[in-house]
């Protein structure tokens, strides 16, 4: 029997709204996962781990700890594989060392703070954020009481998770940088890394940051002033603010850079406007959304957006690079 194009978008919305409606079950599970330690456990074990030893190595109780399993072997997260003829072991995969803690790729940290309890909560206000009649606070800040950054401020735990969370990031994506994009730095002697040379940064996030050879660490506020650098460096920072709010930053980073060869990199999504996205373009959609919950006016950008912003703060020419991650490189020249 042949069975129409309607019939067919009729089958797959079946199954594709049974994903919406568990869509939570997947961070759900990686969460648990990260927080047990299974990736590290089976990492350091070297070769299949029969889920016996796995069981008393967590300590976790077997028949539980194999539902967990089961469904990470069907998402891809481990592997499956033979270890004698009546035995089979768990592996790890690229996508279970990204949940390693401390690791090289690892996303672990990340993952905990997308996963937290405020963070989570967020999202459960987004509607009242879209509404005509919508407040003009952020979902995070109707689901806690305060916006982001005086919530981080007056809690400790959370501060740590997400400046966690921040580090893990920023390591993933400076490692895309040197290795897509190595020329970005040239002939760059001082550095100010702006809401991270200098890392400059709010107050109460320099007071708990690691020390790091010459780096120094300056606490201020980039609304007001930028340490003088030949170039500024910003990584997720613009996007946390509206036009209005980018340019004063970006006009402070232009004071900031020497005239005739500083710059300012930024590194940001940058959105497809009205083109099939690929992968990576669909994470940039999907951080807009999370702009729209964690902050009051933050947004990522189209190429046209960000033009707009960097003529307006007084720079006169830019150019777009992408990396090997959800973010690109935008040069931007005096």
Request: glycine share 6%.
């Amino acid at each position: 029997m042949e069975v129409s194009g309607i019939e067919e978008e009729e089958a797959r919305a079946e199954v594709d709204i049974w994903n919406y409606v568990f869509g939570y079950a997947k961070i759900a599970v990686v969460k648990c996962a990260i927080e047990l330690g299974i990736a590290d456990v089976i990492e350091n074990y070297g070769s299949p781990m029969p889920l016996s030893e796995l069981a008393t190595a967590l300590r976790c109780e077997l028949s539980r700890l194999h539902r967990i399993m089961r469904f990470m072997v069907h998402y891809r997260i481990f592997k499956q594989e033979p270890i004698n003829q009546h035995t089979v072991g768990f592996s790890s995969t690229p996508l279970s060392r990204c949940l390693i803690k401390g690791g090289e790729k690892s996303m672990a940290a990340f993952i905990l703070f997308m996963s937290s309890p405020p963070w989570l909560a967020s999202w459960h206000c987004l509607n009242s954020r879209v509404l005509e009649t919508g407040n003009n606070i952020s979902p995070f800040e109707a689901a806690n009481g305060k916006d982001l950054w005086s919530y981080t401020e007056t809690n400790p735990y959370h501060n740590e998770v997400f400046n966690e969370a921040m580090a893990c990031v920023a390591r993933l994506t400076v490692q895309a940088i040197i290795k897509g994009c190595p020329e970005v730095f040239d002939g760059v002697k001082s550095l100010v890394d702006v809401g991270g040379g200098i890392n400059f940064d709010l107050p109460h996030v320099v007071a708990v940051a690691p020390k790091f050879g010459s780096i120094e660490n300056v606490g201020g506020d980039m609304f007001m002033s930028i340490p003088n650098v030949d170039a500024a460096f910003l990584m997720w920072i613009l996007h946390d603010w509206d036009d209005e709010e980018c340019i004063k930053i970006l006009k402070k980073c232009r004071e900031a850079i020497l005239e005739d060869k500083g710059k300012v990199i930024i590194v940001e999504a940058v959105l497809e406007k009205d083109k099939e996205v690929d992968e990576l373009g669909f994470l940039g959609l999907m951080l807009d959304m999370a702009m729209m919950v964690i902050t009051n006016k933050g947004r990522e950008r189209t190429l046209k957006e960000w033009s707009y912003v960097l003529r307006q703060s007084g720079f006169t020419r830019f150019n777009v690079k992408p990396i090997r991650a959800v973010q690109f490189i935008i040069e931007a020249y005096p």
